[in-house]
């Protein structure tokens, strides 16, 4: 019964930005799970397997009656635990009716849902996700729908940032990151990448942050939370002012926040934000910083997103085609290895997708 | 929710009688073992005589070792599933299905009213251990007939102790459902699994409580009425033909046995697909199903072919045949 995945359902995957769920019917597909979301009156969100018990009809064509679900097709209603309240045309309810209704909870202004066992689904298992409260850390972000790759593309993309001095030159990426050591170190959930460029002419988009002349200090430490959550602790400071010894006051510090959640094999949702520490309350330069990243093809992410997709289409033309690691491909093997252990635990020893070889 | 069953060979590793008359079937499958949730069951391959048939039995225990456990009353004077499982001698080949669950334990309540009659332990059993396990604060009333028909009940009391409430009927003993119920946390859950009378007086006494009725969980085993079964006659006029349900089958199997075309689908007396039209009954109709209401079964103008029958006698029925 259980078919070998690349991604453990035992974990808490963001399904929707909060403001994005109301007291409407909404539909994602996480984990290859259709699942429908919405808002119940006491605040709380509920997330219910996305296909009536009847009919099979997904649930998010119907309509929302107070609390609960009316099926679009014969009007069976289910409520926020999924179970039936209504059947047309009989005086009972046949008690095994009912649909699967996923644990869900907000943190972090997103919704995050365990496609998983529910008996395991441990709130304080949420990835630690702060930067993105709104609070200390100030960004906007969004979300990559229906990104058409394989949601340990964006993984590997984010854990070796080598990639930006080729896809991102003229706004973050700079030969002096390609030529700076880096250092790799993990725990049994996490992997860290650690990269000081000491004594650099800063890249266009961070002089612009820093607005100060001079050579910089720029730090890249990515962190990362299995299965997919990716943290990179980023900034620059005037050289010589103490950055790499702790003292940022000289600096600017930013941090991309990503939540990869797998849509299928071969697609995932991509909620992105990158947030920041200075000018907090210039909202114009909220606005600046999100269109760096995505603006209708221009942005940043924009162009990983291509490179992501194409990617994930030369897999699946070259399927016997291994990977080749290089040595900056520590941290995501690092990180995919995180990955694997959870696969290994959750489907025993049953064969999964391994990660290293060919898709 | 309902999950894919697949079948697959299995064998009968050990047997342990349980009571006199319930036995503990220890079931390797081979290949994958899937692991059961509580509250489910697996579909066993019988024999009844000729003809080859599925039943269905809850698991018993977590099953951690990757044995399926069931527990197995033989009751001679039904559809004969239990006859066939006794008579398994260690070492059996079987085929079972991979365990499907229609009585699911919801998560996270804040206290849960467990409810079990006779043979119905069985789920119940493998609820109280998981709810125990998570530390959730729950209640077991487990109602027979005599002390010694108490299965499972020293091993309850060793693993939840005083939440274990046993009632035997032959003692003058009656679980008081309404005050239970009024005890219970709101948003708290009942849970029952047990004989048809049990299942009815707990859902009236919900029912009454005004709690809402999707917090009351049930499991019906479809074989259980308030009358023991019995043979008897149905006679269908628009076919002109008469048909002898013999005790140990249901009258739906007796009427496609007989080449009467029939509808249904659960065949546990949930769906009320195989529902027939009451011409006339010269008898008492035994409704098993929980399809019909309380109302509509005292109206008595259709019965459940799948579970309900005649306490003797004949019954006079319609069917949807129409002639071309």
Not at chain 1, 80 to 95: H, L
Not at chain 2, 157 to 172: S, T
Not at chain 2, 229 to 238: A, D, E, G, T, Y
Not at chain 2, 292 to 319: H, P, Q, W, Y
Request: aromatic residues 8%; charged residues 25%; hydrophobic residues 40%.
């Amino acid at each position: 019964m259980t078919d070998a995945k690349s991604f453990p359902l035992n974990a808490w995957y963001a399904a929707a930005w909060s403001h994005e769920i109301e007291h409407r019917l909404e539909a994602r597909t996480i984990c290859d799970k259709d699942v429908v979301l919405f808002r119940r009156s006491d605040g709380q969100v509920s997330a219910l397997e996305d296909a009536c018990w009847h009919r099979l009809l997904p649930l998010s064509m119907g309509r929302l009656q107070g609390d609960e679900v009316v099926c679009g097709y014969h009007g069976l209603v289910f409520n926020a635990a999924g179970r039936c309240t209504y059947m047309p045309a009989q005086k009972t309810i046949n008690p095994s009716a009912c649909v699967r209704a996923y644990p869900a909870l907000e943190k972090h202004r997103l919704v995050w849902i365990w496609p998983g066992d529910p008996a395991l689904a441990d709130p304080a298992k949420v990835p630690d996700f702060h930067w993105n409260d709104g609070t200390e850390w100030v960004g906007e972000g969004g979300t990559f729908y229906n990104l058409q790759c394989d949601y340990r593309l964006v993984i590997d993309n984010l854990m070796d940032l080598t990639h930006e001095t080729y896809v991102h030159a003229g706004s973050i990426g700079d030969e002096a990151i390609t030529s700076s050591p880096f250092d790799v170190t993990h725990t049994d959930t996490t992997a860290t990448v650690t990269r000081w460029m000491i004594g650099i002419e800063p890249p266009p988009f961070w002089a612009k942050q820093l607005g100060r002349p001079g050579h910089v200090d720029r730090w890249q430490i990515i962190y990362f939370q299995a299965p997919s959550i990716v943290v990179g602790d980023v900034g620059v400071a005037l050289t010589g002012t103490g950055a790499p010894q702790g003292d940022r006051s000289q600096g600017v510090n930013g941090a991309f926040l990503a939540a990869i959640t797998p849509a299928s094999e071969k697609s995932c949702h991509y909620f992105w934000n990158f947030v920041r520490t200075f000018r907090t309350d210039d909202e114009q330069l909220t606005r600046e910083i999100n269109k760096a990243h995505v603006n209708d093809g221009r942005g940043v992410y924009d162009q990983d997103h291509v490179v992501l997709e194409s990617q994930q289409k030369a897999i699946d033309k070259n399927p016997r085609l291994p990977f080749y690691n290089l040595n900056i491909d520590a941290g995501a093997l690092w990180a995919r290895r995180m990955i694997d252990r959870m696969l290994e635990r959750e489907q025993g020893n049953s064969a999964h997708v391994p990660s290293e070889a060919a898709e | 929710m309902a999950e894919k069953m697949d079948w697959r060979r299995a064998r009968l590793r050990s047997m342990q009688d349980l009571t006199e008359d319930i036995r503990l079937f220890e079931i390797e499958p081979a290949g994958e073992f899937v692991a059961p949730t509580p509250g489910s069951h697996i579909n066993v391959a019988v024999q009844i005589g000729e003809r080859p048939d599925v039943r269905s039995y809850s698991i018993v225990g977590p099953c951690h070792d990757g044995v399926y456990r069931i527990a197995v009353k033989l009751l001679p004077d039904t559809r004969g599933g239990s006859r066939y499982m006794w008579s398994l001698a260690p070492g059996a080949q079987l085929t079972i299905s991979t365990p499907g669950n229609h009585f699911e334990l919801g998560l996270g309540r804040p206290e849960y009213l467990l409810l079990a009659g006779g043979i119905g332990i069985t789920p119940i059993y493998t609820m109280a251990l998981a709810l125990a396990q998570k530390g959730a604060r729950f209640r077991l009333y487990y109602a027979c007939r005599r002390r010694q028909d108490l299965a499972l009940a020293d091993h309850l009391q060793e693993q939840i102790g005083d939440r274990l409430h046993v009632f035997v009927d032959e003692e003058g003993a009656r679980v008081d459902l309404a005050a239970e119920i009024a005890n219970l946390a709101p948003g708290g859950e009942l849970y029952v699994c047990g004989p048809i009378g049990l299942l009815e007086a707990a859902k009236r006494t919900w029912h009454q409580s005004g709690r809402p009725m999707d917090q009351l969980r049930f499991e019906t085993f479809g074989n259980s009425g308030r009358f023991a079964s019995q043979p008897f006659r149905v006679r269908i006029p628009r076919l002109g033909r008469e048909v002898e349900v013999p005790q140990n089958q249901s009258m739906l199997d007796a009427l496609e046995a007989a080449g009467i075309d029939m509808i249904f689908d659960c065949r546990r007396g949930e769906c009320g697909l195989c529902a027939l039209d009451i011409v006339e009954a010269d008898g008492i109709v035994d409704h098993r199903d929980v399809f019909f209401s309380d109302e509509e079964k005292a109206e008595n103008r259709k019965l459940c072919t799948c579970v309900s029958r005649m306490a003797g006698g004949t019954i006079t029925v319609d069917t949807a045949d129409r002639a071309a």
